[in-house]
């Protein structure tokens, strides 16, 4: 039973590097997202999913990609780390055709330093 | 302006004491409404829905006025474990993205 896994729960980056914030679910669930949480500011959606080959941008989408190649994966890759993404990062999943946002399952985060 | 907008309080409460606080939001076409609660350094969780008509989950009591466009929520009898920080959660859209306010942090001290 284990939901939504994200790896790796904390990474410090150097700027300019990449890599990639890895997010599966095992419920089936149709729509994924990633969100970003900073102090003050509530979550913010960087990118979502309602499907595999379907992702589509959030209200924060700069200095990020995700591709969707399975239902199960949503990975997050930062293409050139800067400092303004110090940020926890999390990974979301719902079954579509529920009440929106009833089944929100979230992963447990990603701490993310880049220095 | 925020799109979902809270006081960060904290709001400190002795065990047994009720507590409210509120949200409010900026688009009037919202849809739905929630509120997830998120422990220290841990990820969201659902607490309840908030429905047109207000509904209760226990202790937790949740309203929604579309004509002032806020929600709030109401702890009675606190315990310590309801020490948490508490998201407003608001789908504008009908589609799958959810709007998060900040959060409002309660503290139930014993």
């Known amino acids: 039973n284990a939901g939504v896994t994200q790896t790796p729960k904390f990474q410090v980056l150097k700027t300019g590097q990449s890599m990639t914030l890895q997010c599966a679910q095992d419920?089936?669930?149709?729509?994924m997202s990633w969100y970003r949480q900073d102090p003050g500011m509530g979550l913010r959606l960087i990118h979502y999913?309602?499907?595999?080959?379907?992702?589509d941008q959030g209200e924060v989408p700069n200095g990020y990609n995700v591709s969707r190649s399975t239902t199960e994966d949503f990975p997050l890759r930062l293409l050139s780390a800067a400092p303004s993404q110090t940020s926890v990062y999390f990974c979301?999943?719902?079954?579509?055709?529920?009440?929106?946002?009833?089944?929100?399952?979230f992963g447990s985060g990603t701490r993310l330093t880049v220095v | 302006r925020k799109e979902v907008e809270q006081d960060p309080g904290p709001f400190n409460v002795p065990e047994g004491a009720t507590v409210a606080f509120n949200c409010t939001y900026s688009?009037?076409?919202?849809?739905?409404f929630f509120w997830y609660r998120q422990d220290c350094r841990k990820e969201p969780k659902l607490l309840m829905s908030?429905?047109?008509s207000g509904n209760e989950d226990g202790r937790f009591t949740a309203q929604l006025n579309r004509a002032s466009q806020y929600i709030s929520l109401l702890i009675r009898d606190s315990k310590l474990s309801d020490s948490a920080t508490y998201l407003c959660?608001?789908?504008?859209?009908?589609?799958?993205?959810?709007?998060f306010g900040a959060g409002t942090t309660v503290t139930v001290r014993a």
């Open positions: 979301a999943s719902s079954r579509k055709g529920r009440k929106i946002g009833y089944g929100y399952t």
């Open positions: 419920m089936n669930h149709e729509y």
């Open positions: 999913s309602v499907g595999a080959g379907i992702t």
């Open positions: 688009n009037s076409a919202s849809q739905s």
């Open positions: 908030v429905y047109s």
């Open positions: 959660v608001v789908n504008f859209s009908n589609d799958y993205k959810l709007s």
